[in-house]
């Protein structure tokens, strides 16, 4: 199709034309059997392949114009796991896994951290922009968020912002914990609160921002899910 | 091999580091996986803000293309990049033929029996969204397509 319009290198090399289904859904069966594969035989070559493969998938589902970054916790996981491979891990590894956590999280660490460090910008410059410590800021941000999706704000929305310093408290509290969230890699209990917090984050910014996230949330919950409360294994901590 | 792990890790921090400074410094990010919606100030913190809208003229009735009508097609935030990447082409004076097509065929695939197809940028003060409930935009026809 003439619309569609590669943005990143990569695109203009592997999908320098909308890819037609046959060349998709074979690249998928390829991920597929990949998967299933490294299920059976784990190998750190077939991770690499099934990193790539999955990377590549997710290329031209926002291909026009612009890149979004649909899916790039989903990708990354696979990246930060290249080298784990389940049937070699003892409890005494539990440090790597601890930096896969901590790979992940830190995504989300630097976006909280900018917007520290954007806040502090506009106080010391005297800047007329609006930062995120304004009071109308978080209801701002939606009303822009469902103007420029042309959609109208459900009515609920608006009445639960007329708490005005209840949003000014919670936003801050929320950038804090989203700057945080990379201690929760290094204590197991504080990683459980942090998946809980981060997927409250997304499900707000889903009907708050009406920015679909959601499947942040699922990559979430598979990846950081307290399995050693309702699996017990004698030699693997971890899985 | 799993000892790597913590590798991928500095990689991973060194080359998103690497990416905030460009795109800070206005150039592209490097690292394009593992990016993310930063919103570092809340949307809508200018005083004025542009936004462009395709409208669809049928028989002296002007109708205002709405992205998140019937997003069969085109997400609404694909939408939203293809107008926008165009009409930045063609205020940057950088347009060539193909653009024309390929936006006119847009245009089409979004109302199929219209006259004419204006784009328009929309000027507004996004602090009258929150505080009023209507406001006025400023309107400015970018091309006509036909």
């Not at chain 1, 594969?37 to 114009?65: C, D, G, M, Q, R």
């Not at chain 1, 901590?102 to 976006?111: C, D, E, K, P």
């Not at chain 1, 009907?207 to 996230?213: I, K, S, T």
Request: proline content about 3%; charged content about 20%.
């Amino acid at each position: 199709m003439e619309l569609y319009r590669p943005s990143f290198y990569i695109q203009e090399l592997v999908f320098p034309i909308f890819p037609s289904e046959v060349y998709y859904f074979s690249l998928l069966l390829f991920a597929f059997l990949a998967i299933v594969i490294s299920v059976i035989k784990p190998s750190v070559v077939l991770n690499v392949f099934v990193f790539i493969l999955l990377a590549i998938l997710n290329l031209p589902i926002t291909a026009y114009n612009g890149a979004g970054h649909n899916n790039h916790l989903f990708v990354m996981v696979f990246f930060m796991s290249l080298f784990l491979l389940p049937n070699s891990l003892t409890s005494k590894d539990y440090k790597r896994v601890e930096y896969f956590y901590a790979g992940i999280l830190l995504t989300y660490t630097f976006a909280g951290l900018w917007k520290f460090v954007s806040i502090g910008k506009d106080l010391l410059t005297d800047n007329p922009r609006l930062s995120w410590l304004d009071i109308d800021a978080a209801k701002l941000n939606t009303m822009m968020n469902y103007y420029f999706a042309d959609t109208l704000v459900p009515r609920i929305i608006i009445q639960v912002y007329d708490f005005k310093l209840f949003w000014v408290v919670t936003t801050i509290l929320a950038i804090l914990l989203q700057t945080l969230s990379i201690l929760g890699a290094f204590n197991r209990r504080l990683l459980s609160f942090t998946m809980i917090y981060l997927i409250i984050f997304h499900v707000y910014n889903l009907y708050f921002v009406y920015v679909d996230f959601s499947h942040a949330i699922w990559v979430l919950l598979v990846t950081f899910f307290p399995y050693h409360i309702f699996v017990k294994c004698k030699n693997i901590v971890v899985s | 091999m799993k000892k790597y792990t913590q590798y991928l890790f500095l990689i991973s921090a060194i080359l998103s580091l690497y990416s905030l400074v460009s795109v800070e410094k206005g150039g592209r990010e490097f690292y394009p996986f593992f990016g993310w919606k930063l919103f570092t100030v809340p949307y809508g913190a200018n005083e004025l803000e542009s936004d462009y809208r395709l409208y669809a003229i049928k028989e002296k009735d002007t109708i205002r293309l709405s992205f998140s009508n019937d997003e069969t097609l085109f997400h609404r935030n694909q939408k939203a990049k293809i107008v926008s990447y165009y009409a930045k082409v063609i205020k940057n004076g950088k347009v060539t033929d193909k653009d024309m097509k390929a936006l006119k065929s847009y245009a089409k695939l979004m109302y199929k029996d219209a006259d004419e197809f204006l784009l328009v940028e929309e000027q507004f003060n996004p602090k009258d969204l929150c505080d009023k409930n209507r406001f006025s935009f400023k309107k400015q026809i970018i091309t006509s397509i036909r």
